[in-house]
């Protein structure tokens, strides 16, 4: 089992570049897959990138893969989400994962999460 707490969120302006992190505060990361999620206002959560528990491999979604990078570092026990060239959709809570299949695409897939972090990306 593993509690994770994301930072890193806040106000920027579009084309900005914000890193995000997840930090496991109990348990060992290593041992999950990491994944990163977002949910809009009124809008479903969403799937974003996802990264193995060696971080040999790693899954993005269709529309964010050129401009969104997931990487980690287990020394740390922690997944950081590195977001280039932001837009006004990508505003969003961002939530990460921790779970068993890097590359699941489903909430209902991912195992444990964190409690959100705001970003929002202005025009």
């Known amino acids: 089992q593993v509690q994770l707490v994301e930072s890193g969120g806040g106000l920027v302006q579009a084309g900005d570049s914000l890193r995000l992190s997840c930090a496991a505060s109990t348990g060992t990361f290593g041992n999950y897959a990491g994944g990163w999620f977002r949910q809009a206002p009124g809008k479903e959560r969403e799937f974003v990138a996802g990264i193995s528990w060696s971080g040999g491999s790693t899954y993005y979604a269709d529309s964010l893969k050129d401009r969104f990078i997931i990487s980690r570092e287990n020394t740390k026990n922690a997944v950081f989400l590195q977001m280039n060239s932001l837009k006004p959709e990508d505003t969003a809570v961002y939530y990460c994962?921790?779970?068993?299949?890097?590359?699941?695409?489903?909430?209902?897939?991912?195992?444990?999460w964190g409690q959100g972090t705001q970003v929002t990306v202005s025009s």
């Open positions: 994962a921790a779970g068993i299949k890097s590359s699941a695409r489903g909430v209902g897939a991912w195992n444990y």
